[in-house]
């Protein structure tokens, strides 16, 4: 018996190769439209139904870029339409609604809604804390609530995102990373697909074929069992024939033996019987039947009797139904018979188990070649998904940084454009001083603190960023009080620093002891290191209101007032929050004014040119710090 | 006559299953269920008389002519009514010995059961 393994593999391929093209967007929401309105009117529910068909269900392909088709769905349903898995549809939705949100703000902009305005928040905060540890620092050092901490950091997102130029940025990113699509090689080819389908149905015929193969040589070995027991057991177990069959073995030399010898016998007492007859028949040819059978006139009669005596004797012997010759032969012959049954049963039983035992081992030894090629080619297709997986959990990864990204690139740039400007002013100032000190000063504010870094993520910058191990030892310096420490001690370390003019100790103690000098380039300095410490760590209000109340403090503030382009930052910013600029000024020179907010406001606005509105209002009410 | 909300529902049903077939089948857009579905919210919820239905449904029908099998069998159900009325009356008649009257009764029928 042979198994039939056939594999029909042209039609699976063929079923394969037909697999309809995944469907588009428009046609999902109209197959969604139907389904939806036919589980309404099961449900009885006519005007649910009514409703849901008047719905708009319309595909918007700009709102979902190419997601649907992006997205890859490893299997279909019978009709051919894709089928996602959990993980898929995740990263489907996942990518849909980065799109919709990115495509929304740029098509609207900030949003009226609060909803729409949160999930924007959310989306470009990641920007806030990896770019401007600073900025967060900054919002989050202040002694006002959670809520109200929180309303400023939406307050600044607000204000960027309500620039023209992020849209654009983000514009650019979303049409860049929601039009890609998946290289080539990320297709599990279709000849690798029907080949696995192939493998597929000849493990399945093959593990039907065993099945058949097991259940056949069970039905063999419970027929051997049954009338043969098991003869290998120790002891051995016997079945129904297996007691017969050792007797008949047993007998089996002496039924041939005796066959022969009856055989034997018959033929010579068959061929005296017949010799007999003829002798009687024709002796007997006169003879009559007396009462005792024969007649006693006969002559002949007592010759007769005799022969008739050895013909009787001789029947007897030959035909008597227990001890007859032809009896005995039938015996003899009829064991043999059974034995030769009993042999050949039990001869075809083994020979067809052995047989079924050589298939079981041919189905066994393709079952696991066919395994074999099962996992390579299931390896070589995982493989091939699991690199499609990857790549489309970066294209989802990418899209959810859209908004983020775009975010810091704006951020990016607004850095690099305030430091260009502020460089270049600087650089105005060096060019034009003659007095080495102030010029070593202010090359030390131009880069003392600096260090540069490349930043952006659609459009690479490299942008100046503080340098904080040396912000954090001047910072420390400065609020630790005279003499070890103050902006006297932070111009000495500046103007002792290595670097052309080359000052003495004897230039720079006469330098440090010229009030004017003192006085015209300590407010600048100091402000500009408190710039770059609140680029790199909290600014607590006690160190605000330190600073603001020393006697150094009000040169700071003064210079941090000259920064004519915050000023004009902070004007417009109060304009937009229903405050007249006039106010602003006019609470700068008031007595026993806040300070350590001014100066925080201050530095925000020079810093970061904006700072939370609601700053600003507490500044101007005086209910604040 | 009057026509219950269970029948105008059987109705709606019926409207619904049709355009849905027809959107299946790229026959209608979901522009066209959607203002369906308006026209048939907008007034069904009126709909007392058969007549009234029979108007919502020409007008349905004009629009999107999916929608004329639906009417002419309403219309028809409307007719054997009608029908039944004037048998009911035209025997009622020559029963009472108004051959005549019954006589006119039959054509009124006949003049108008073009429908």
Redesign the interface.
């Known amino acids: 018996m042979t198994t039939e393994v056939k594999p029909n593999a042209e039609v699976t391929q063929r079923a394969i190769l037909e697999t309809k093209t995944p469907v588009t967007p428009a046609e999902l ?2 197959k969604n ?2 389904i939806e ?2 589980k309404k ?1 099961d449900e009885g529910d ?2 649910g ?3 849901n ?6 595909a918007d392909d700009k709102y979902t870029g190419n997601a649907d088709t992006v997205i890859s769905a490893q299997k279909t349903d019978k009709e051919g339409n894709r089928e996602w898995t959990g993980d898929e549809k995740v990263r489907r939705d996942e990518s849909i609604n980065a799109i919709k949100l990115a495509n929304g703000f740029v098509e609207k902009g900030w949003p009226v809604d609060a909803i729409e305005q949160n999930a924007l928040i959310d989306a470009v905060k990641p920007a806030l804390a990896t770019l401007w540890p600073d900025a967060k620092a900054f919002f989050e050092d202040t002694a006002i609530s959670p809520a109200v901490r929180e309303a400023r950091v939406k307050d600044f997102i607000e204000e960027q995102l309500k620039n023209p130029k992020v849209r654009e940025l983000v514009q650019q990113l979303l049409e860049q990373r929601s039009g890609k699509k998946p290289p080539p090689g990320l297709e599990v080819p279709m000849e690798l697909k029907a080949k696995a389908k192939e493998v597929e149905i000849l493990s399945d015929q093959n593990s039907k074929a065993k099945t058949r193969v097991n259940s056949e040589l069970t039905a063999v070995n419970g027929d051997l069992s049954r009338e043969y027991g098991d003869p290998t057991a120790k002891p051995p177990v016997g079945g129904a024939r297996w007691a017969d069959l050792q007797a008949l073995r047993a007998n089996r030399g002496k039924n041939v033996g005796d066959k022969a010898a009856f055989t034997r016998d018959i033929a010579s007492k068959d061929a005296r019987l017949a010799q007999l007859l003829r002798s009687r028949d024709s002796s007997g040819s006169i003879v009559s039947k007396g009462s005792d059978g024969w007649s006693k006139t006969d002559t002949r009669g007592a010759s007769f009797k005799v022969i008739q005596g050895e013909i009787d004797a001789l029947t007897k012997d030959l035909d008597d139904p227990t001890d007859g010759l032809r009896a005995k032969l039938r015996g003899a012959d009829s064991e043999l018979a059974k034995l030769a049954d009993y042999e050949r049963d039990l001869a075809e039983w083994n020979a067809e188990k052995k047989r079924l035992e050589g298939e079981r081992q041919t189905l066994i030894d393709q079952g696991n070649l066919l395994g074999a090629n099962n996992t390579l080619l299931k390896g070589e297709i995982r493989d091939i998904v699991n690199a499609r997986i990857n790549w489309e959990k970066q294209y989802v990864a990418d899209l959810q940084s859209t908004m983020t990204d775009g975010f810091r690139d704006h951020l990016t740039d607004q850095l690099r454009q305030a430091e260009v400007a502020q460089k270049k002013v600087l650089e105005e100032q060096i060019a034009s001083t003659i007095d080495p000190a102030e010029k070593k000063l202010l090359e030390g504010m131009a880069g003392r603190w600096d260090q540069r870094k490349e930043s952006g993520v659609f459009r690479k910058r490299e942008v100046t960023v503080a340098n904080k191990a040396q912000v954090d030892i001047d910072y420390a310096l400065l609020m630790t009080p005279p003499p070890k420490g103050g902006p006297e001690i932070i111009l000495r370390k500046m103007l002792e620093a290595t670097g052309a003019p080359a000052m003495t100790t004897a230039e720079i103690d006469a330098k440090l002891a010229d009030k004017a000098f003192v006085d015209k380039m300590q407010g600048d300095v100091i402000t500009k290191l408190l710039e770059r410490r609140l680029d790199t760590a909290k600014m607590p209000e006690a160190d605000l209101k330190y600073i603001a109340e020393s006697s150094w403090g009000e040169a700071t503030i003064q210079a941090a007032l000259q920064n004519k382009d915050a000023l004009k930052k902070l004007e417009a910013q109060m304009r937009e929050l229903g405050l007249s600029a006039g106010t602003m000024h006019e609470m700068f020179s008031k007595k026993g004014v806040k300070k350590g907010l001014l100066l925080g406001i201050l530095l925000g606005i020079i810093t970061f040119g904006v700072v939370p509105g609601i700053m600003v209002k507490e500044f101007i009410k005086g209910e604040a710090i | 006559m009057t026509i219950t909300a269970n029948y105008i529902k059987h109705i709606e049903r019926e409207i619904i299953e049709i355009s849905l077939n027809a959107l299946e089948k790229n026959e209608l857009t979901e522009e066209d269920l959607k203002n369906i579905a308006e026209t048939v919210l907008e007034t069904s919820g009126k709909i007392a008389l058969h007549d009234e239905l029979l108007t919502m449904l020409e007008g349905l029908a004009v629009n999107w002519p999916i929608f004329s099998n639906t009417l002419i069998l309403e219309k028809r159900k409307k007719l054997e009514e009608h029908k039944g009325a004037v048998i009911d009356s035209v025997l009622g008649l020559a029963k009472s010995g108004q051959i005549q009257e019954a006589i006119a009764v039959a054509k009124s029928f006949t003049n108008t059961n073009a429908l």
């Open positions: 929401l109209r439209l139907v309105t036919r009117l006519v005007q139904a009514l409703v068909m008047g719905l708009r269900h319309e």
